[in-house]
T-cell receptor, first 114, second 109 residues
Framework: ETGVTQSPTHLIKTRGQQVTLRCSSQ?????VSWYQQALGQGPQFIFQ???????GRGNFPPRFSGLQFPNYSSELNVNALELDDSALYLC?????????????FGEGSRLTVL | GENVEQHPSTLSVQEGDSAVIKCTYS??????FPWYKQELGKGPQLIID?????GEKKDQRIAVTLNKTAKHFSLHITETQPEDSAVYFC????????FGTGTRLQVFP
């Protein structure tokens, strides 16, 4: 059984640029959630995708967008990067939509915005 | 908005002692309360969870208690070991999961 994998693991961007982060969900899981984890903080919910449709969104602006593909892998896109977007971005897959199933996290993509 | 407060932010214990981490949530609709452990350079991993129809749950050295009236839940680790050292996050939710700010637990041999 393959776990959740994320790419890239590290990347550096400058203000105003755009970034795409990728996530492959665990086999058999149809739900992917994205979280932003600033240094020393807990993960903050960005949004969740269930069977290719957005299924809930946290308090993030529209420049944070996502996609889920038929194989349930997912992308997180962030436009017009700001310095405060520097964080670890975590993807988690689960077999249940909503918030009541175990989340299986990847190791994250660490984004630095200069 | 929904909020989960977690205390303490850091906790140091001697090997073999117990550790307790407490959380308070604001959204009364929350019905699922998991605890995650995050080791350095890794994503969080579920260690135990509890649902709103249960007051207490135990799994070997780990136990969680829930007081829905007071909107409090706690993690108890007994007989701590050095490998328990990590950052622990509580979370609460119904349609989306809100995480606490984390507790860095250090267990000294």
């Amino acid at each position: 059984e393959t776990g959740v994998t994320q790419s890239p693991t590290h990347l550096i961007k400058t203000r105003g640029q755009q970034v795409t982060l990728r996530c492959s969900s665990q086999s058999g899981h149809n739900t992917v959630s994205w979280y932003q984890q600033a240094l020393g903080q807990g993960p903050q919910f960005i949004f969740q995708y269930y069977r290719e449709e957005e299924n809930g969104r946290g308090n993030f602006p529209p420049r944070f967008s996502g996609l889920q593909f038929p194989n349930y892998s997912s992308e997180l896109n962030v436009n017009a990067l700001e310095l405060d977007d520097s964080a670890l971005y975590l993807c988690a897959s689960s077999s249940l939509a909503g918030a009541t199933g175990e989340l299986f996290f990847g190791e994250g993509s660490r984004l630095t915005v200069l | 908005g929904e909020n989960v407060e977690q205390h303490p932010s850091t906790l140091s214990v001697q090997e073999g002692d117990s550790a307790v981490i407490k959380c308070t949530y604001s959204d009364s609709a929350s019905n699922y309360f998991p605890w995650y452990k995050q080791e350095l350079g890794k994503g969080p991993q579920l260690i135990i969870d509890i649902r709103s129809n249960v007051g207490e749950k135990k799994d070997q050295r780990i136990a969680v208690t829930l007081n829905k009236t007071a909107k409090h839940f706690s993690l108890h680790i007994t007989e701590t070991q050095p490998e328990d050292s990590a950052v622990y996050f509580c979370a609460a939710g119904a349609d989306k999961l809100i995480f606490g700010t984390g507790t860095r637990l250090q267990v000294f041999p």
